[in-house]
């Protein structure tokens, strides 16, 4: 009962109705308007029409088109509205000019090494394309001199993560989609205070509307009162806006420069399994050791400076200026962020050249599985070609219509010869990849609409580091627990679940 009063009466629950009732306001007005004049009824569906126009003509994806064509020739009064307020990816133009700025600022120090380029073209062209691609569309540069480890549950990253935090003598930079008051994050806040009293530069910023239901408003004055600068990203207020469709999905935790962590695992207990929401929790993370953290460091201030109106000489930051002995040389390595502010979907096109360039296996965990045409038939033409191609999706879903939804594409990869695990012992929120023993990326992408258009996401590119084996080994033990899927699977279901996967894929871009 309690939980349910907390549900009702949470503040996740309370601006939800607030918006609500904006949105229905809206539309009321809109259908009373057009009811009483025909005029007005024309001049609605006109615009309609103009607006489809308008989508049907942008460089955008084809299933992202026919959602909101279909919702707004069905019912102007509801598409129209609907779509002006989350039917766009790109931030305001003030907005996008302000990040545009700081992004231009920062990434200035991000510097190509040409040496390290021309090594990896020489030991193989296609991978090297694949850099490449990182390197000119994303602007983050491929980096040697770096060492890697992966982590195969939160649990186990957690107690190396509290290690780094304690050996901290300079900075300490996190930046969160979730944060939630437990065992993990008060161990690390503890840790964090001891920092700060002894002189360590603390920065924290965590998305709000993540946190809607995790901390309460205006968080950031409580780490401020402990002497943690803290940052919310795009404070969420009750006022239906277009800015609230874009967050800030990524996960990243340096210290000094030098050590650097990403993946999956958000400051929650249930990331760390110490309570039980949907059976086990499985997810996956990597730590990085050397020159590479230098672009996570930078995808951090980008988005701190461009919050706190910030300019600073991000120079002092670099692993040099504290790293004096060699780092350790494990393969390749290139940490990436996705943004909407372009539209380029960086997160989604290292997917796709991982897939089409594999030459015997790809390996792929994802907690959502709702793609658009050009990944289906990428994965299938791959699985077709002789290629080894596994998805791991969870077993105990976290929300049970995204899960009918991601069970959705199960056919037709089926036919296609991929073949599909569910994590049987509960919910895998991993985002991973692993192809051919040589390559892997470890981030915070998933599969989804959400993550590979309008999400500010990142990850770490690997080619022939130490974690790449990792990440297989982890696959292959994942496999072993789970439940291989089979098409008689999709047959047997009952006709109205059918039916309501059909509606939900028409709608897939806007959930």
Known sequence: MKKIINLILGRASIIALFILLQVAWAIAVLWQFSYKFTYANLLFRGIAILVVLIIVNKWVNPVNKLSWTFLILLSPMVGLPVYFLFGRSGLTKGTQRKMDEYNRMVSAYLVRDDAVERKLSEEDASVYNQSRYISEYAGFPLYQNTGTKYFACGEVMFQDMLEDLRSAEHFIFLEYFIIEEGEMFRAIVDILEEKVKAGVEVRLIYDDVGCISTLPPKYYRVLQAKGIRCAAFNPFRPIISVVMNNRDHRKILVVDGRVGYTGGINLADEYINRIERFGYWKDTGIRIEGEGVWSLTNMFLSMWDYITHMTEDCRKFMPSVYQKEPFVNDGYVQPYGDSPLDQENVGENIYLNIIARAKRYVYIFTPYLIIDNEMLVTLCNAAKSGVDVRIVTPGIPDKKMVYLLTQ?????????????????????HA?????????????????????????FECGVWLYRSAAVLQVKEDCLNTFACSKEISLEFCRGRALPIRMVQSVLRLFAPLL
């Open 431 to 455: 985002k991973s990849f692993v192809c051919d023993d040589e390559i892997a990326t470890v981030g915070s992408v998933n599969l989804d609409f959400r993550s590979l258009y309008l999400h």
């Open 408 to 428: 959705s594409y199960y056919a037709p990869l089926l036919k296609g010869g991929v073949r599909i695990y569910q994590y049987t012992p509960g919910f895998l």
